[in-house]
DNA sequence: TTTATTACCTATTGACATAGTAGGTAAAAG
DNA sequence: CTTTTACCTACTATGTCAATAGGTAATAAA
């Protein structure tokens, strides 16, 4: 199952999109907008800000702004930053799969197929495909 | 992320399917075979058997068999019956959407699409797709 | 220089699900 | 009547999720 991390991660990225301007965007207006505790969105565009997916300002005047335009960002790349992977099995997520039936196993190529589906869903979204402006 | 209950409910339907003959198949073999704990087991089968997807039979020469041919038998029900769902979103697996914001939530179509993509692929794989015999 | 506003940081928590284990009872065949 | 098997109820350690709490640092305007 897809997180809250990754669904409000998403929301916060449509939301910036959607209200651009010169000025940067207040946490405290987007957690308005969208209905979502800004407590557990400062943990959320956290992460954001550290994979450069948005950059933020301190002080007043202060907030957060995307780092491309919206046809540059994908909805594969928000949702594996926030889910740490999108593998549906831990036997493919994980960096070694030293699995020792992975020779022999019969269900494999169906896990296999069904993460590249997932992958290229998602990583063929772009977040400007979701976006009303 | 597919639990180890919906994993190992298939290798235990693809066991099964396999090595059918005449007789049932006790799940002492199944267990050795498939290298997972028999105990662990015992509540998947318990599972398989009240969704009537295998019949079991106590006693000497008792085990398990499988109530229709491999083709008959989806990779999408087996696991839908384990996992309890396979919406990838809660907002989409529980039976009473009551969610305030899906008039007017943007990324629902997003979901709605992933969704259809998740099942229309496992109810699309029969069991006989991915076994030997 | 002070104040308001904003991001940013560390720690903690309750609830729940996962992945099992333990120790039995019932059923059926030889 | 013993062996083999399924079937049943309960328990548990561990981890993740979805937050909350209570601060500090940075910046702009008064």
Not at 29 to 40: G, P
Request: charged share 30%; net charge negative; with cysteine.
């Amino acid at each position: 199952m897809i997180t809250t991390k990754g669904r409000y991660a998403i929301r916060v990225m449509l939301d910036i999109a959607e209200n651009e301007s010169d000025k940067f965007i207040p946490l405290k207006d987007i957690a308005a907008r969208q209905n979502i505790s800004k407590k557990y969105l400062e943990i959320i565009v956290k992460d954001l800000v550290n994979a450069k997916l948005i950059v933020g300002v301190s002080g007043k005047g202060g907030g957060y702004k995307l780092c491309r335009t919206p046809e540059d960002y994908t909805i594969g790349e928000i949702l594996e930053l926030m889910e740490g992977t999108l593998s549906p099995v831990a036997c493919l997520a994980e960096e070694e799969n030293d699995c020792p039936r992975k020779a022999e196993c019969e269900t494999l190529p169906l896990w296999e197929e069904f993460d590249k589906l997932i992958h290229d869903f998602f990583y063929g979204k772009k977040l400007s495909d979701i976006c009303k402006k």
